[in-house]
Protein backbone atom coordinates (compact mmCIF):
# COMPACT_ATOMS: atom_id res chain seq x y z
CA UNK A 1 0.00 0.00 0.00
CA UNK A 2 1.38 3.32 -0.82
CA UNK A 3 2.23 5.73 1.94
CA UNK A 4 0.90 9.24 2.41
CA UNK A 5 4.57 10.54 2.07
CA UNK A 6 4.73 8.52 -0.66
CA UNK A 7 1.81 9.72 -2.28
CA UNK A 8 2.27 13.29 -1.67
CA UNK A 9 5.49 13.03 -2.73
CA UNK A 10 4.44 11.65 -6.03
CA UNK A 11 1.44 13.80 -6.23
CA UNK A 12 3.79 17.10 -6.49
CA UNK A 13 3.45 18.06 -3.05
CA UNK A 14 6.77 19.45 -1.78
CA UNK A 15 5.53 19.25 1.73
CA UNK A 16 4.70 15.80 4.09
CA UNK A 17 1.67 16.31 6.53
CA UNK A 18 0.23 14.09 8.87
CA UNK A 19 -2.39 16.54 9.02
CA UNK A 20 -6.13 14.89 8.03
CA UNK A 21 -8.46 16.72 6.05
CA UNK A 22 -12.24 16.45 7.94
CA UNK A 23 -13.79 18.79 5.49
CA UNK A 24 -14.51 22.74 5.42
CA UNK A 25 -10.65 23.35 6.05
CA UNK A 26 -10.12 21.68 8.98
CA UNK A 27 -7.53 19.10 9.70
CA UNK A 28 -6.67 16.81 12.30
CA UNK A 29 -3.54 15.73 14.20
CA UNK A 30 -3.06 12.15 14.76
CA UNK A 31 -4.04 11.11 17.81
CA UNK A 32 -0.89 10.02 19.57
CA UNK A 33 -0.36 9.48 23.79
CA UNK A 34 -0.85 12.78 25.60
CA UNK A 35 -3.59 15.72 25.36
CA UNK A 36 -4.83 15.97 21.89
CA UNK A 37 -3.90 18.93 19.78
CA UNK A 38 -6.62 21.75 18.32
CA UNK A 39 -8.56 21.09 14.79
CA UNK A 40 -6.19 22.89 12.54
CA UNK A 41 -7.78 25.77 10.41
CA UNK A 42 -5.03 26.25 8.57
CA UNK A 43 -1.70 24.27 7.40
CA UNK A 44 1.35 25.05 8.12
CA UNK A 45 2.63 27.67 5.63
CA UNK A 46 5.02 30.14 4.88
CA UNK A 47 5.58 34.29 5.00
CA UNK A 48 8.32 36.55 4.23
CA UNK A 49 8.62 37.57 7.52
CA UNK A 50 9.43 41.60 8.41
CA UNK A 51 12.65 42.09 6.70
CA UNK A 52 12.86 44.42 3.98
CA UNK A 53 16.45 45.54 2.69
CA UNK A 54 18.57 42.23 1.48
CA UNK A 55 21.25 41.14 4.14
CA UNK A 56 23.58 38.07 4.48
CA UNK A 57 22.98 36.36 7.14
CA UNK A 58 20.10 38.50 8.52
CA UNK A 59 17.18 36.78 6.40
CA UNK A 60 14.34 35.52 8.27
CA UNK A 61 11.02 33.14 7.18
CA UNK A 62 8.02 33.03 9.40
CA UNK A 63 6.42 29.63 9.73
CA UNK A 64 2.72 29.96 10.33
CA UNK A 65 -0.11 27.94 11.50
CA UNK A 66 -3.83 28.04 12.62
CA UNK A 67 -5.84 26.19 14.90
CA UNK A 68 -8.89 26.49 17.34
CA UNK A 69 -8.10 27.77 20.67
CA UNK A 70 -6.94 24.64 23.17
CA UNK A 71 -3.82 23.83 24.50
CA UNK A 72 -0.95 23.15 22.74
CA UNK A 73 2.54 22.16 22.58
CA UNK A 74 3.96 22.75 19.08
CA UNK A 75 7.85 23.03 18.06
CA UNK A 76 9.57 23.91 15.23
CA UNK A 77 12.87 22.79 13.59
CA UNK A 78 15.39 23.64 10.65
CA UNK A 79 18.36 23.65 8.95
CA UNK A 80 20.01 23.96 5.58
CA UNK A 81 18.84 19.94 5.42
CA UNK A 82 16.31 17.20 6.67
CA UNK A 83 18.31 16.63 8.92
CA UNK A 84 17.24 20.35 11.03
CA UNK A 85 19.34 20.83 13.54
CA UNK A 86 17.80 23.94 15.20
CA UNK A 87 14.78 24.74 16.82
CA UNK A 88 12.82 28.15 17.29
CA UNK A 89 10.44 29.58 19.78
CA UNK A 90 6.76 29.58 18.87
CA UNK A 91 4.43 32.49 19.41
CA UNK A 92 0.88 31.96 19.39
CA UNK A 93 -1.74 35.22 19.59
CA UNK A 94 -5.71 34.24 20.18
CA UNK A 95 -8.08 35.26 16.99
CA UNK A 96 -11.67 36.06 18.06
CA UNK A 97 -14.40 33.78 16.28
CA UNK A 98 -16.15 35.19 13.38
CA UNK A 99 -19.88 35.28 13.12
CA UNK A 100 -19.67 33.17 10.18
CA UNK A 101 -17.96 29.48 9.74
CA UNK A 102 -17.95 27.15 12.86
CA UNK A 103 -18.18 29.91 15.52
CA UNK A 104 -14.79 28.69 16.99
CA UNK A 105 -11.74 30.90 18.01
CA UNK A 106 -8.77 30.49 16.90
CA UNK A 107 -4.78 30.36 17.88
CA UNK A 108 -3.04 32.29 15.16
CA UNK A 109 0.86 30.55 16.15
CA UNK A 110 4.55 31.72 14.22
CA UNK A 111 7.90 30.81 14.81
CA UNK A 112 9.82 33.01 13.17
CA UNK A 113 13.60 31.58 11.61
CA UNK A 114 15.83 34.20 11.62
CA UNK A 115 19.71 34.54 10.98
CA UNK A 116 19.21 33.01 7.63
CA UNK A 117 21.41 33.69 4.18
CA UNK A 118 20.65 35.11 1.49
CA UNK A 119 19.19 32.33 -1.61
CA UNK A 120 19.65 29.45 0.52
CA UNK A 121 16.66 26.65 0.64
CA UNK A 122 16.38 25.80 4.60
CA UNK A 123 13.97 22.95 5.68
CA UNK A 124 11.80 23.10 8.90
CA UNK A 125 9.11 20.83 10.44
CA UNK A 126 6.10 21.55 12.66
CA UNK A 127 5.88 19.15 15.55
CA UNK A 128 2.77 18.76 18.29
CA UNK A 129 3.28 17.25 21.42
CA UNK A 130 6.71 15.61 20.05
CA UNK A 131 4.69 14.06 16.67
CA UNK A 132 5.76 15.27 13.17
CA UNK A 133 2.75 16.94 11.84
CA UNK A 134 4.49 19.00 8.78
CA UNK A 135 7.82 18.90 7.22
CA UNK A 136 8.51 21.36 4.16
CA UNK A 137 11.00 23.46 2.64
CA UNK A 138 11.08 27.29 1.46
CA UNK A 139 14.16 29.38 -0.15
CA UNK A 140 15.24 32.85 1.18
CA UNK A 141 15.48 35.59 -1.42
CA UNK A 142 17.90 35.76 -3.63
CA UNK A 143 20.86 38.67 -3.98
CA UNK A 144 21.68 41.34 -6.09
CA UNK A 145 22.71 39.33 -9.31
CA UNK A 146 20.78 36.68 -9.09
CA UNK A 147 17.86 35.97 -11.85
CA UNK A 148 14.91 35.39 -10.08
CA UNK A 149 11.25 34.18 -11.63
CA UNK A 150 8.09 35.79 -9.68
CA UNK A 151 4.14 35.37 -10.15
CA UNK A 152 1.31 37.95 -9.91
CA UNK A 153 -2.33 38.09 -10.14
CA UNK A 154 -4.89 39.46 -7.78
CA UNK A 155 -8.69 39.21 -7.16
CA UNK A 156 -8.41 35.62 -6.11
CA UNK A 157 -9.64 33.53 -3.41
CA UNK A 158 -13.83 33.38 -3.83
CA UNK A 159 -14.16 29.30 -3.72
CA UNK A 160 -14.58 29.41 -7.17
CA UNK A 161 -12.90 26.65 -9.87
CA UNK A 162 -10.55 29.30 -11.55
CA UNK A 163 -8.83 29.94 -7.95
CA UNK A 164 -7.73 26.52 -8.45
CA UNK A 165 -6.54 26.90 -11.98
CA UNK A 166 -4.45 29.86 -11.38
CA UNK A 167 -2.80 28.38 -8.22
CA UNK A 168 -2.02 24.92 -10.29
CA UNK A 169 -0.92 27.39 -13.26
CA UNK A 170 1.18 29.22 -10.61
CA UNK A 171 2.56 26.10 -9.03
CA UNK A 172 3.51 24.71 -12.40
CA UNK A 173 5.51 27.70 -13.08
CA UNK A 174 8.00 27.32 -10.44
CA UNK A 175 8.10 30.81 -8.82
CA UNK A 176 10.58 32.05 -6.21
CA UNK A 177 7.77 33.71 -4.16
CA UNK A 178 4.05 35.32 -5.40
CA UNK A 179 3.42 38.88 -5.51
CA UNK A 180 -0.66 39.28 -5.07
CA UNK A 181 -2.22 42.41 -6.02
CA UNK A 182 -5.06 42.66 -3.63
CA UNK A 183 -8.58 41.43 -2.47
CA UNK A 184 -6.71 38.33 -1.51
CA UNK A 185 -10.08 36.71 -0.17
CA UNK A 186 -13.78 37.45 -0.95
CA UNK A 187 -16.08 39.07 0.48
CA UNK A 188 -15.19 40.65 3.23
CA UNK A 189 -11.28 39.53 4.33
CA UNK A 190 -12.13 37.24 6.87
CA UNK A 191 -10.52 34.24 8.91
CA UNK A 192 -13.87 32.14 7.97
CA UNK A 193 -13.16 33.44 4.51
CA UNK A 194 -9.41 32.33 4.40
CA UNK A 195 -10.06 28.64 5.48
CA UNK A 196 -12.29 28.48 3.21
CA UNK A 197 -11.07 29.83 0.87
CA UNK A 198 -7.46 30.78 0.43
CA UNK A 199 -5.49 28.12 2.40
CA UNK A 200 -7.09 25.03 0.88
CA UNK A 201 -6.05 26.40 -2.69
CA UNK A 202 -3.11 28.06 -2.32
CA UNK A 203 -1.89 25.32 0.37
CA UNK A 204 -3.54 22.30 -1.21
CA UNK A 205 -1.36 19.02 -0.49
CA UNK A 206 -1.31 18.75 -4.26
CA UNK A 207 -1.06 20.20 -7.42
CA UNK A 208 -3.97 19.60 -9.70
CA UNK A 209 -5.90 22.15 -12.16
CA UNK A 210 -8.89 21.81 -10.41
CA UNK A 211 -7.76 21.23 -6.87
CA UNK A 212 -5.23 24.02 -6.50
CA UNK A 213 -1.51 23.69 -5.42
CA UNK A 214 1.12 23.28 -2.39
CA UNK A 215 2.12 26.93 -2.64
CA UNK A 216 2.17 28.43 1.00
CA UNK A 217 4.06 25.77 2.62
CA UNK A 218 6.69 26.54 0.58
CA UNK A 219 6.46 29.74 -1.57
CA UNK A 220 6.32 33.13 0.41
CA UNK A 221 3.13 35.09 -0.22
CA UNK A 222 3.59 39.30 -0.65
CA UNK A 223 0.38 40.86 -1.17
CA UNK A 224 -1.35 44.39 -0.50
CA UNK A 225 -4.29 45.10 1.12
CA UNK A 226 -7.58 45.82 -1.10
CA UNK A 227 -10.97 46.88 -0.97
CA UNK A 228 -12.54 43.15 -0.24
CA UNK A 229 -9.86 42.63 2.48
CA UNK A 230 -11.81 45.79 4.25
CA UNK A 231 -15.27 45.48 3.21
CA UNK A 232 -17.68 46.78 5.84
CA UNK A 233 -19.29 50.20 5.21
CA UNK A 234 -19.45 52.98 7.86
CA UNK A 235 -22.87 55.14 8.01
CA UNK A 236 -21.47 56.97 5.08
CA UNK A 237 -21.19 53.67 2.56
CA UNK A 238 -17.11 54.29 3.41
CA UNK A 239 -14.93 51.61 3.39
CA UNK A 240 -14.31 50.41 7.13
CA UNK A 241 -13.58 47.14 9.12
CA UNK A 242 -16.79 46.58 11.57
CA UNK A 243 -15.89 43.92 14.15
CA UNK A 244 -19.58 43.89 15.59
CA UNK A 245 -20.17 42.60 11.89
CA UNK A 246 -17.57 40.39 11.15
CA UNK A 247 -15.48 39.77 14.71
CA UNK A 248 -12.60 38.25 12.37
CA UNK A 249 -11.98 41.28 10.26
CA UNK A 250 -9.01 42.17 8.59
CA UNK A 251 -7.10 38.86 7.97
CA UNK A 252 -4.87 40.48 6.09
CA UNK A 253 -3.22 41.68 9.05
CA UNK A 254 -3.29 38.66 11.48
CA UNK A 255 -2.47 36.01 8.94
CA UNK A 256 0.22 37.85 6.93
CA UNK A 257 3.74 38.55 8.02
CA UNK A 258 5.25 40.83 5.61
CA UNK A 259 7.60 43.83 5.69
CA UNK A 260 7.33 46.74 8.31
CA UNK A 261 9.05 49.66 7.08
CA UNK A 262 6.05 51.54 5.85
CA UNK A 263 4.98 54.89 7.60
CA UNK A 264 4.50 54.25 11.36
CA UNK A 265 1.84 56.22 12.12
CA UNK A 266 0.16 56.60 8.32
CA UNK A 267 -2.64 59.27 7.93
CA UNK A 268 -4.87 57.24 6.90
CA UNK A 269 -4.86 53.90 8.48
CA UNK A 270 -7.27 51.19 7.43
CA UNK A 271 -10.23 52.78 9.59
CA UNK A 272 -12.56 50.00 12.39
CA UNK A 273 -15.01 50.18 14.29
CA UNK A 274 -17.58 48.10 16.60
CA UNK A 275 -17.87 46.49 19.57
CA UNK A 276 -14.26 47.58 21.59
CA UNK A 277 -13.18 44.56 23.17
CA UNK A 278 -13.26 43.07 19.64
CA UNK A 279 -11.64 45.66 18.20
CA UNK A 280 -8.98 45.53 21.16
CA UNK A 281 -8.71 41.69 20.72
CA UNK A 282 -8.09 42.54 16.78
CA UNK A 283 -5.33 44.63 17.69
CA UNK A 284 -3.62 42.52 20.18
CA UNK A 285 -3.44 39.46 18.01
CA UNK A 286 -2.00 42.22 14.85
CA UNK A 287 0.75 43.68 16.97
CA UNK A 288 2.97 45.72 15.30
CA UNK A 289 1.58 45.06 11.87
CA UNK A 290 -1.51 46.82 12.61
CA UNK A 291 -1.95 49.66 10.62
CA UNK A 292 1.49 49.44 9.55
CA UNK A 293 1.86 46.95 7.34
CA UNK A 294 -0.36 48.37 4.69
CA UNK A 295 2.42 49.91 2.97
CA UNK A 296 6.21 48.26 2.91
CA UNK A 297 8.65 47.46 0.66
CA UNK A 298 11.40 44.90 -0.45
CA UNK A 299 13.81 43.79 -2.01
CA UNK A 300 14.23 40.45 -4.19
CA UNK A 301 16.92 39.96 -6.70
CA UNK A 302 17.60 43.07 -8.59
CA UNK A 303 13.86 44.01 -8.43
CA UNK A 304 12.99 46.42 -5.78
CA UNK A 305 9.09 46.24 -4.64
CA UNK A 306 7.42 48.87 -3.57
CA UNK A 307 3.97 47.80 -1.76
CA UNK A 308 0.70 51.01 -0.94
CA UNK A 309 -2.24 51.02 0.49
CA UNK A 310 -4.72 52.19 -2.22
CA UNK A 311 -7.86 51.65 -0.76
CA UNK A 312 -10.34 54.62 -1.09
CA UNK A 313 -10.20 55.45 3.05
CA UNK A 314 -6.95 56.62 1.73
CA UNK A 315 -6.08 59.99 0.19
CA UNK A 316 -2.80 59.66 -2.21
CA UNK A 317 -1.90 63.36 -2.06
CA UNK A 318 -1.45 62.55 1.88
CA UNK A 319 2.19 64.55 2.37
CA UNK A 320 3.49 61.57 4.94
CA UNK A 321 2.23 59.00 2.43
CA UNK A 322 4.40 60.26 -0.83
CA UNK A 323 7.47 61.51 1.01
CA UNK A 324 7.94 58.01 2.23
CA UNK A 325 7.62 56.68 -1.01
CA UNK A 326 9.90 59.42 -2.38
CA UNK A 327 12.12 58.25 0.15
CA UNK A 328 11.92 55.03 -0.34
CA UNK A 329 12.48 54.93 -3.96
CA UNK A 330 15.06 57.32 -3.53
CA UNK A 331 17.29 55.42 -1.70
CA UNK A 332 17.53 51.67 -3.15
CA UNK A 333 19.97 50.40 -5.58
CA UNK A 334 18.18 48.03 -7.41
CA UNK A 335 18.01 47.66 -11.41
CA UNK A 336 14.29 47.52 -11.46
CA UNK A 337 11.55 49.29 -9.20
CA UNK A 338 8.05 47.84 -9.60
CA UNK A 339 4.94 50.10 -7.23
CA UNK A 340 2.32 47.57 -6.26
CA UNK A 341 -1.26 48.77 -5.41
CA UNK A 342 -4.34 47.32 -6.10
CA UNK A 343 -6.70 50.42 -7.51
CA UNK A 344 -5.20 50.56 -11.53
CA UNK A 345 -4.62 54.13 -12.23
CA UNK A 346 -4.98 53.75 -15.65
CA UNK A 347 -7.73 51.37 -16.76
CA UNK A 348 -9.94 51.10 -19.62
CA UNK A 349 -12.70 48.71 -18.28
CA UNK A 350 -16.07 49.75 -17.22
CA UNK A 351 -16.20 48.63 -13.97
CA UNK A 352 -13.51 50.92 -11.96
CA UNK A 353 -12.57 53.37 -14.89
CA UNK A 354 -13.55 56.36 -12.48
CA UNK A 355 -11.41 55.18 -9.37
CA UNK A 356 -8.59 57.15 -10.68
CA UNK A 357 -7.04 58.35 -7.63
CA UNK A 358 -3.83 56.55 -7.79
CA UNK A 359 -3.12 58.75 -10.82
CA UNK A 360 -2.12 61.71 -9.05
CA UNK A 361 1.03 59.60 -8.39
CA UNK A 362 2.05 59.23 -11.39
CA UNK A 363 4.64 62.42 -11.63
CA UNK A 364 6.46 61.43 -8.44
CA UNK A 365 6.61 57.41 -9.52
CA UNK A 366 7.97 58.72 -13.05
CA UNK A 367 10.28 61.13 -11.50
CA UNK A 368 12.04 57.98 -9.35
CA UNK A 369 12.25 55.45 -12.25
CA UNK A 370 9.67 53.41 -11.82
CA UNK A 371 9.40 50.84 -14.38
CA UNK A 372 6.23 49.07 -13.45
CA UNK A 373 2.74 49.39 -12.03
CA UNK A 374 1.08 46.10 -10.93
CA UNK A 375 -3.06 46.73 -9.80
CA UNK A 376 -5.79 44.81 -9.77
CA UNK A 377 -9.36 45.42 -9.03
CA UNK A 378 -10.55 45.38 -12.57
CA UNK A 379 -11.01 41.31 -12.89
CA UNK A 380 -9.05 41.30 -16.61
CA UNK A 381 -5.78 41.92 -17.81
CA UNK A 382 -4.51 44.95 -19.07
CA UNK A 383 -1.34 45.74 -20.28
CA UNK A 384 -0.72 49.95 -21.35
CA UNK A 385 2.13 51.30 -23.38
CA UNK A 386 5.05 53.60 -20.98
CA UNK A 387 2.81 56.25 -20.00
CA UNK A 388 4.18 59.94 -18.59
CA UNK A 389 1.29 61.14 -17.16
CA UNK A 390 0.38 64.91 -15.93
CA UNK A 391 -2.28 65.37 -13.96
CA UNK A 392 -4.55 69.03 -14.40
CA UNK A 393 -5.01 69.11 -10.64
CA UNK A 394 -6.00 67.02 -8.00
CA UNK A 395 -9.36 66.34 -9.55
CA UNK A 396 -11.60 64.05 -7.55
CA UNK A 397 -8.37 62.06 -5.96
CA UNK A 398 -8.78 63.06 -2.40
CA UNK A 399 -12.67 62.60 -2.03
CA UNK A 400 -12.21 60.04 0.00
CA UNK A 401 -14.87 57.27 -0.15
CA UNK A 402 -16.23 58.67 -2.98
CA UNK A 403 -17.42 56.52 -5.87
CA UNK A 404 -15.54 58.87 -8.43
CA UNK A 405 -12.11 59.80 -8.10
CA UNK A 406 -11.44 60.98 -11.38
CA UNK A 407 -8.25 62.68 -11.98
CA UNK A 408 -8.18 64.17 -15.88
CA UNK A 409 -4.60 65.13 -17.56
CA UNK A 410 -1.90 65.34 -19.88
CA UNK A 411 -0.90 61.29 -21.57
CA UNK A 412 2.60 60.79 -23.09
CA UNK A 413 2.73 57.96 -24.32
CA UNK A 414 5.83 56.12 -26.17
CA UNK A 415 4.75 54.23 -29.27
CA UNK A 416 7.63 53.28 -30.22
CA UNK A 417 8.20 50.44 -27.74
CA UNK A 418 6.69 47.26 -28.36
CA UNK A 419 7.94 44.96 -25.37
CA UNK A 420 9.83 42.61 -28.67
CA UNK A 421 12.13 44.25 -30.95
CA UNK A 422 12.02 48.15 -28.59
CA UNK A 423 12.62 47.00 -25.21
CA UNK A 424 13.46 50.38 -23.68
CA UNK A 425 10.26 51.81 -22.06
CA UNK A 426 10.15 55.53 -21.71
CA UNK A 427 7.31 56.18 -19.22
CA UNK A 428 5.85 53.63 -16.73
CA UNK A 429 4.05 50.21 -17.89
CA UNK A 430 1.31 50.00 -16.13
CA UNK A 431 -0.40 46.00 -15.75
CA UNK A 432 -3.62 45.50 -14.36
CA UNK A 433 -3.33 41.37 -13.38
CA UNK A 434 -7.02 41.06 -11.70
CA UNK A 435 -8.29 37.96 -13.41
CA UNK A 436 -6.70 35.76 -10.24
CA UNK A 437 -10.11 33.82 -9.98
CA UNK A 438 -13.51 35.88 -9.46
CA UNK A 439 -15.67 36.33 -12.41
CA UNK A 440 -14.40 38.58 -14.88
CA UNK A 441 -15.19 42.10 -16.17
CA UNK A 442 -16.23 42.77 -19.46
CA UNK A 443 -15.36 39.94 -21.08
CA UNK A 444 -16.44 41.23 -24.98
CA UNK A 445 -13.43 43.48 -24.79
CA UNK A 446 -11.02 40.97 -26.24
CA UNK A 447 -9.41 41.79 -29.00
CA UNK A 448 -11.24 44.85 -29.77
CA UNK A 449 -8.86 47.27 -29.66
CA UNK A 450 -11.97 49.93 -30.44
CA UNK A 451 -13.14 49.35 -26.86
CA UNK A 452 -10.02 50.22 -25.35
CA UNK A 453 -10.16 53.71 -25.10
CA UNK A 454 -12.63 56.31 -23.09
CA UNK A 455 -13.72 59.50 -23.74
CA UNK A 456 -13.12 61.00 -20.73
CA UNK A 457 -8.89 60.51 -21.69
CA UNK A 458 -9.77 61.94 -24.88
CA UNK A 459 -9.71 58.20 -26.41
CA UNK A 460 -5.63 58.35 -25.85
CA UNK A 461 -5.14 54.59 -26.54
CA UNK A 462 -2.91 53.83 -23.65
CA UNK A 463 -3.69 50.38 -23.72
CA UNK A 464 -2.29 47.96 -26.09
CA UNK A 465 -3.15 44.65 -25.03
CA UNK A 466 -6.52 43.60 -23.13
CA UNK A 467 -7.73 39.80 -22.28
CA UNK A 468 -10.98 39.36 -20.88
CA UNK A 469 -12.52 36.50 -21.26
CA UNK A 470 -10.54 34.57 -19.56
CA UNK A 471 -8.32 33.99 -15.70
CA UNK A 472 -4.57 34.41 -15.70
CA UNK A 473 -1.62 35.32 -13.80
CA UNK A 474 1.42 37.35 -14.51
CA UNK A 475 4.84 35.37 -14.67
CA UNK A 476 7.81 37.64 -14.51
CA UNK A 477 11.44 36.75 -15.01
CA UNK A 478 14.22 39.18 -14.16
CA UNK A 479 17.92 38.41 -15.48
CA UNK A 480 20.16 41.59 -14.69
CA UNK A 481 18.84 44.45 -17.61
CA UNK A 482 16.52 42.00 -18.94
CA UNK A 483 13.20 41.91 -17.69
CA UNK A 484 10.26 39.45 -19.11
CA UNK A 485 6.86 39.10 -18.34
CA UNK A 486 4.40 36.57 -20.03
CA UNK A 487 0.89 35.83 -19.46
CA UNK A 488 -0.29 32.97 -18.68
CA UNK A 489 -4.07 31.64 -18.86
CA UNK A 490 -6.07 29.05 -16.63
CA UNK A 491 -5.13 26.43 -19.27
CA UNK A 492 -1.44 27.33 -19.24
CA UNK A 493 -1.42 29.07 -22.55
CA UNK A 494 0.51 32.70 -23.17
CA UNK A 495 -1.56 34.92 -24.10
CA UNK A 496 0.90 38.21 -24.14
CA UNK A 497 4.69 38.62 -23.67
CA UNK A 498 6.59 41.56 -23.45
CA UNK A 499 10.51 42.31 -23.06
CA UNK A 500 11.96 45.49 -21.68
CA UNK A 501 15.63 46.05 -21.13
CA UNK A 502 17.71 48.43 -19.03
CA UNK A 503 20.56 50.56 -20.84
CA UNK A 504 23.49 48.92 -20.27
CA UNK A 505 25.08 52.52 -18.26
CA UNK A 506 22.08 52.04 -15.88
CA UNK A 507 23.29 49.03 -14.39
CA UNK A 508 25.96 48.95 -12.17
CA UNK A 509 28.20 46.19 -11.89
CA UNK A 510 26.15 43.52 -9.49
CA UNK A 511 29.48 41.18 -10.18
CA UNK A 512 31.55 43.28 -7.78
FE1 LIG B 1 -10.92 45.19 -5.76
Given at each position: ?315 PNDATL ?9 RTDAIW ?103 LYDPGF ?67
Amino acid sequence: MISRRTFLRSAGGVTVLALRPLGRGLFAAPVVDGPSLPLFTALPYIQPGSESVLSAGLESMVVAWQTHAGPAGFSVDFGSSARYGRSVVCSHAERTAGRGGDGEARINWTATIEGLQLGQKYYYRVRGNGTTLAEGYFTTRQPRGRRIRFVSFGDNSYGDISDRAIAFQTYRQNPDFVMNCGDNVYESGTDDEYQRYFFPVYNADVAALRVGAPLLRSVPFYTVIANHDVQDKDARGHEIADFTRNPDALGYYTAMHLPLNGPEAPAYPTPTMGAAERVAAFRSCAGSRFPRMANYSFDYGDVHFLCVDSNRYGDPNDATLQGWIAADLSRTDAIWKLVVFHHPPFNVGNEHYVVQHMRVLAPLLEAHGVDIVLSGHEHNYQRARPIRFMPAGPGKSADIGAPDRRVPGTFTIDRTFDGMSNTRADGVLYIVTGAGGKHLYDPGFTDRPERWTHADDNHVDYVVKMVTDRHSLSVFEVDGGRLTMKQIDEAGREIDRMTVTKSPRLIRNTTA
